[in-house]
């Protein structure tokens, strides 16, 4: 079970977008895609046969998910996460500070 997963709103902790905030668009193994973090400029050449122009492109590049963190909306910080079974048997990811419950 990962502990960031897709949706989830997460702040960047480490590189050149250190503080910035989004949402994971994607999971791809230890990397995540986060929207408007981590741009990068792709020159790619036109596909006339499925009508792509050619250009410039910018696009989110992956980022090691050891540097971003969840998003506490309760109190405006990142937070570790933990994990933790409930009652009714199911696992389910917890804020490590406070102990709340993550997923609804």
Do not use: C, W
């Amino acid at each position: 079970m990962n502990r960031i997963r897709k949706g989830d709103q997460v702040i960047v902790i480490a590189g050149k977008d250190k503080g910035k905030r989004g949402e994971v668009a994607r999971v791809v193994g230890e990397r995540v895609y986060v929207t408007n973090v981590n741009m990068v400029k792709r020159h790619t050449k036109p596909n006339p046969q499925i009508n792509q122009p050619g250009g410039i492109i910018e696009r989110e590049a992956p980022i090691h998910q050891s540097n971003v963190m969840l998003f506490n909306s309760a109190n405006g910080k990142g937070s570790r996460v933990a994990f933790k079974t409930l009652e009714d048997g199911r696992k389910v990811r917890v804020y490590r500070g406070t102990g709340e419950v993550v997923d609804a």
